[in-house]
Every structure is written in C-alpha cells, then in structure tokens.
C-alpha cells in the first residue's frame, strides 16, 4: 500500500475551473503533514514567516517574500508552514494561455524555490492579487479565459530562474513523454529513438539542448528518482522495485541504483528512514 497520497485536480464546487486559489491557511486546515503527489502544478507565493517544503527529497525554505512552484508528479511534503502567510495557485498544465509561460509550464528544469526581487514585489503583488480577485468573483461573473489570462500575468511577473531557459525543443516534449509512458518497461535510448522515428543521435542531441544530459542520462535520472520514491515512500525491498522497474532481478536493481548513486538501495532507504 503506498504511502503517498494522490491528489486529482478538482476545483472547489465542480468549476470547470484551470486554476484555483487557496490561502496558506486553507492549507494548513487540509494538510496533515503526509506525503503528496498531485497531477496539477502548484505555484505557492509567500507574504510573509518562515517554514519549509521537501519536494522529491530535496527541502526547500519558504520565507518572506518568496515562491515555490511544485509541478505534477512531484512527491512533496509541506514540513512547517505553521506560520506562513501568503497564497497558493493551483493549475492544470494547459491554463496558461501565452506562448512564453506555456513554454515556461513545459520547461524540463523547473526551479522548485527562488526568492523575488524586492523591485520585482509590487508587480507579483498587484498581479496575483487580481487573479485572487477575480477568482472570488460569483462563477457567473468571471469570464472562462480571464483567470487564466491572470495566471499568465503572476508567472511572467514572478520571473522565475528557468524563464531564460532556451526553448523547449519540440522532439524532448514527446520525448519526455515517452519516457514517463514507458521508463519501467524499458531503459534503452535506443528504444524512444526507434519509436519516436529518429536517429540516436539525433534524439541525444534535442535532450541535451535541452537538460544538458543525453538520452540514456535522462533515462537513467528518472528511473533513479522513481526508484527513490519507491524505496522512501512505499518501503519496498529491492526485490519489489525490480519487479517495479523492469529489471530482471534484485542484484541488477541493486547495481544499477549503486552505480547511479553511489549507494546501495537498502543503505540509501535507511538514511532516509533516518532522515
């Protein structure tokens, strides 16, 4: 039995809403301090106190003036937000409506935590306080396109350190989608090249412009990370990830994770445990 609880986008009151709002206090009533993975983004935006968020075993300060943004899929935990005041904006990854922030939404890298320029504050204020604004107006008074045009406007004002990131090449997206549709099943990079109709290198090189990593690295990143999860959130043994994963058995599971790594995998699930 997993660990982790699943979150579904469902917006308050069956909307047929992309985005949605929510007050650091909301999250504290519905919080019970558990592990999470959603299918939407989470893009948090903090006013004000200190507390903290583990985003795939990686844990990342909230503090004044700040924001967080949790994309899907992302196992996350919010450790101490007990004196956090600030917003939350939740959103399913086809609500920006720009060329640049669908781009962005897209983007390989992310950032999980960055702080706001102060000179930038007043912008990322006045922006998402309209898109609050406008999320509490009566449903009948909000035009279908307008909170997401909002959401646009709070992404591009908030900057965050991946908006500079070159563009998204157009291979890596089905790319990327291959992998998270078939990494258990297979780890070859020449497997996604035969399926997706292209030469080896030609795949390598689009992941690369765009990670920094081949193909086979990327391949082996995100098995490692489901790998991580598997052993910290559901507790299982090497045997049962190797079932999981696709390896052939336990001792190979157990070499490939040592050699991505560094670490055994029952060495690096007690550390966590620890932890």
Known sequence: MSVIRQMTYQPVGHRAAAVETMTFDRLRKLNDGGTQRADFHVLAVVDAGHGSVTVDFHRHPLEERSAVWIPPGAVHRWDDIAGVAGHLVLFVPTAPVTHA?????????????????DADWPYVEAARDHLLLEASAPLENVPTELPQILLSAVIARLRPPHAQARS??????????????????????GYYARTLGYAPRTLSRAVQQVTGRTAKAYIVDRIVLEAKRLLAHDHLTAARCAATLGFPDASNFSLFFRKATGIRPGAWQAAVAVE
Do not use: K, N
Not at 101 to 117: G, K, Y
Not at 168 to 189: D, G, K, M
């Open 101 to 117: 922030t669908r781009e962005l939404v897209a983007s390989a890298d992310l950032a999980a935590h960055w702080s706001v320029p």
């Open 168 to 189: 998204t090449h157009p291979l890596f997206l089905v790319f990327r989608s291959s992998v998270e549709a078939h990494f258990r099943e297979h780890h070859s990079a």
